[in-house]
């Protein structure tokens, strides 16, 4: 379940076409630092769609969380028991992932990316592998491969606490925390890439219309 940001950069989703080496492209999903991609237009914040604006606004409030969770994960990989406080800590973070980060990601799956991904193929943003994906694709695989680490993040730490055998106990805590820093980097990397890169594309390839249509239906 490691994070591998080098298999990733093999369905790069995004050929640009620019030359890192004699048989190497730099793609602008997954250049060779995945938080240093090459000089791309920003579109501002306020110029967004309100519906693209409310999802980076979910973003944000998942960073507090975010940081929050790696403060506990910290802490308890300082110290051999896992008192009340950590406890409640850690459950913050898994209750946030359940009731508000999961149905994030179906909003997204359901109405945006669907024309986006669309809208991607059609502009010719998509990988030079035999089937054509794109960064929606990705994405996508992000919030299946975030469902997995959450789920073997959250059970080991419930065994952990519950096993009675200090080195048991420490071995399955270590690998909770583990899945728990990958979920972490993971979630980091994926709101950076739909931040600064994929809903800029959304701005240039998708009308106002259409974005309207896809919020006024998230609503009803």
């Known amino acids: 379940m490691d994070l591998d940001l080098k298999k990733l950069q093999e369905i790069d989703p995004f050929k640009k076409g620019e030359k890192v080496g004699a048989d190497q492209e730099m793609s602008a999903m997954d250049p060779p630092d995945p938080y240093n991609p090459p000089a791309l237009e920003q579109v501002p914040y306020e110029k967004m769609h309100p519906l693209v604006r409310e999802l980076m606004d979910e973003h944000t409030d998942l960073i507090t969380e975010l940081d929050l969770f790696e403060k506990t994960v910290d802490a308890i990989s300082k110290t051999e028991n896992i008192d009340v406080q950590t406890t409640t800590d850690f459950n913050r973070f898994t209750n946030f992932f359940d009731e ?69 106990r420490a071995m399955v805590k270590s690998m909770a925390l583990n899945y728990a820093k990958e979920l972490i980097e993971l979630l980091r990397l994926h709101i950076f890439r739909e931040d600064k890169i994929v809903f800029g594309q959304a701005y240039h390839l998708l009308t106002v219309e259409e974005l309207d249509q896809i919020h006024n239906a998230l609503k009803s």
């Open 100 to 168: 508000e980060l999961i149905p994030h990601n179906k909003k997204e799956e359901k109405s945006f990316f669907p024309l986006l991904s669309k809208r991607l193929k059609e502009s010719g943003e998509v990988s030079p592998a035999a089937h054509a994906t794109t960064g929606v694709d990705v994405l996508e695989n992000d919030h299946l491969q975030a469902i997995q680490l959450a789920t073997l993040c959250f059970t080991f730490m419930g065994l952990a606490v519950k096993l009675p055998d200090t080195k048991s």
